[in-house]
C-alpha cells in the first residue's frame, strides 16, 4: 500500500488526495498485524520490530511530504497503540514525553527547510506553526467571539454531506478563521487555520465551550477507551479481525490532530482513512469468498480465542 501510494504521488494520478491516506493506512496496518497476539500470546520478535520501522520509515521517506505533520504524529500514536500490549502503560508513556519536544522540534525544522509550504507569512509555517494554534486561540480571545453556536460542530458531523447536495453547509473552523486571521488569502487558496479543540468551543460557544468541551471530550475518549480495550482484549487471528482492530486504532490515533486542530481536521482525515479501510475490507471480502473449497479444508481456521477464555 505504501508503494501504491508512492507511485501514485510520482505519477500525479488524481484520486481525490487518497493517495496519502493509502499509505498511512498501509504503514499502521503492518504495525497491528505484527504487534498483534494468537490465543491470548505476545508475539515480538526482531524480525517484526524491523517490518514496523521499516513500515513507518518507508512512510515518511516516500509517501510524507512535510506538509500535514499531525498525519505523522498520529502515525506514531496508532503504533505505539498498536504496540502497547508490548509495553507497561507508564513506559510507553514516558517514552512518548522523552520524544514529544524534540520530535516537534525537529519536525516544525523540516518544514520550515523545505517541506511543501502554505502560503503566508512565516509566523505560521515552520517552527511557528508549533505555536501558531496557541496564537490564534488568543487573537479568538482578544477579539471575542462570532456567537457560532455549534456551526463547526455540525460542519464536521455533515463532513460526508457532498456540498452539491447541501450547498450551504457550514464550513470548516479553519476555514472560518482563515476569513477572520487571514481574509486576503481566502479567494486565492484554501487555507485553513488551527486554534486547538478548546479554540473551536470558544468560538462557538464563548467562555462557556471550553468548559462544555471537557466532559463532551472525556466521553468521546471514553468511547474510544472502551472500543480499543474491546478489539486488544482479542487474538490477532485473520485478517478480518486485524481491520477490525486498525479501524479503532485509527479512530484513537487522530484523536492528536482533533486537539491540534479542531473537529473538522479530525472527521476529515479519519473519512478518507475509513475509505481506505473499506475498500480493504471489501478486497478482504471478496478475496475470502472465493477462496477454493480445497485449500480451506486443507488450512481450516483455528476457532478464536479471547483472553477471558483461555
Known sequence: MIIVSWLVGRLAIGVGGYEEAVGWVGALLVAVSAFGHRHGHIRVTVRRLVLVTLAVASYIAFVFDGFGRLEF??????????????????????AMLVVLIPGLYV????????????????????????????DIFAGLIEGGHDGAHGRTLLGSATLWVPSAVWPDKPVAFGRELAYVFRPELVDRSSISLASLFGGEWYWNFGWLGPILAV??????????????????????????????????????????????????SYASRLLGRMIVLAAIFGVTVVFRQHRSPERIERHPRRPAVGLGEA
Open 215 to 264: 466532559p463532551a471530550l472525556a466521553l468521546f475518549l471514553r468511547l474510544l477507551d472502551r472500543a480499543l480495550a474491546g478489539r486488544l482484549a482479542r487474538p490477532v487471528d485473520d485478517p478480518p479481525t486485524a481491520l477490525r482492530l486498525l479501524t479503532v486504532v485509527v479512530a484513537v490515533s487522530a484523536v492528536s490532530e482533533m486537539f491540534w486542530a479542531g473537529s473538522n
Open 107 to 134: 519536525l516544525g525544522a523540516s518544514r520550515a527547510g523545505g517541506g511543501r509550504s502554505i502560503d503566508f507569512d512565516s509566523d505560521y509555517d515552520g517552527l511557528g506553526s508549533i505555536v501558531g494554534p496557541l
Open 73 to 94: 504524529v498520529a502515525l506514531v500514536f496508532g503504533t505505539a497503540i498498536a504496540g502497547g500490549s508490548l509495553s507497561g502503560g507508564r513506559r510507553l508513556k514516558a
